[in-house]
């Protein structure tokens, strides 16, 4: 999908939720702009960046890949490196 995205000349952001207690929550986001919003680009407010992750996430995630996790939980997001 992210190939795909790439592709498209439409602004847009992609990236995965990654919920370790709770896998059912797990999902890939694909967000555009939207006039009737202000969210466009999402700032992950909160966010810590560039942490560790679990070794489960490992095979999942490569040097072309940012991964930050909201504190005291065990959710993270996992989205290409802004370059």
């Not at 498209?8 to 059912?24: A, F, L």
């Not at 006039?35 to 490992?58: H, K, S």
């Not at 095979?59 to 930050?68: A, N, W």
Request: hydrophobic share 35%.
């Amino acid at each position: 999908m992210m190939s795909q995205a790439e592709n498209k000349n439409t602004p847009h952001q992609i990236w995965v939720d990654v919920h370790i207690d709770e896998p059912r929550l797990n999902a890939l986001y694909l967000h555009t702009f939207y006039a009737g919003r202000q969210d466009f680009p999402y700032d992950f407010p909160g966010v810590m960046w560039d942490v560790e992750y679990p070794r489960v996430l490992a095979p999942y995630i490569d040097d072309t890949m940012q991964v930050g996790l909201y504190p005291d939980t065990e959710y993270y997001i996992i989205r290409p490196k802004i370059l």
